[in-house]
C-alpha cells in the first residue's frame, strides 16, 4: 500500500484532528499538525493530504500559508478533507485553486459535518452536535484507503 502525509489544521472543538487521528490508526498516513516547525520531506510520500474545519467559509488561512511554503508539492497527488457546521455547501475550492497553482494534482476530497458552536450557534446549543460520528469516521478512513490504493 501506499503511503501518505496528512498535515491538518483544527481549532475549534478538535473535530478534524478526530477525524485526522482516525485516518491515521488505520490507515500507513502520518499526521502534522499545522503549524509545525519541522520540515516535512515529502519525497518519502506517494500522497499528500490536507484537513481543516471550515472558518468563514475557507480552509485555516495558515493551512493557505503552509501549503503556498511546502517545498515538494507540484506534481504529487494531493486530497482534502475539511470538516464544517453548514449542513450543505462547497468550501474547498480557493483551497484545491490554491494547491493547482502550484501543480497539484487533486487525487479526491472528502468532507463531513463539525460540531460548531461559533458565533450565535452557542446560543442554540451548537449545529451538527455529536459530528463527527462513527459513520463519518468510517466514511473518512475508506475515502483515504481507496486513495491509498
Ligand atoms: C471562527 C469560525 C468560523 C466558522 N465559519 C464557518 C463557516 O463559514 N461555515 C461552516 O459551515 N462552518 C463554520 N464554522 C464551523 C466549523 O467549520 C466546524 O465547527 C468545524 O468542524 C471546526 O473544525 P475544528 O474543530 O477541527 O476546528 C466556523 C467555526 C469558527 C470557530
Partial sequence: MKKAVLFYYSIHHGNTEKVAEEIANKL??????IPSKDPVNL????LVGFASG???????KP?????????????KPCF???TCGAPAGEFSGPF??????????????????GFDTYGPFKLIGGLAKGRPDKA???????FVEELLK
Fill in 28 to 33: 500507513p498516513v502520518d499526521l502534522v499538525r
Fill in 136 to 142: 463519518d469516521f468510517e466514511s473518512a478512513v475508506a
Fill in 96 to 113: 484545491a485553486e490554491l494547491l493547482k497553482r502550484k501543480g497539484v494534482q487533486i487525487a479526491g476530497k472528502w468532507h463531513c459535518r
Fill in 63 to 75: 493551512v493557505s500559508h503552509f501549503a503556498e511554503e511546502l517545498d515538494g508539492l507540484a506534481g
Fill in 54 to 60: 471550515i472558518y468563514m467559509s475557507e480552509f485555516g
Fill in 80 to 82: 482534502t478533507i475539511y
Fill in 43 to 46: 519525497e518519502g510520500y506517494d
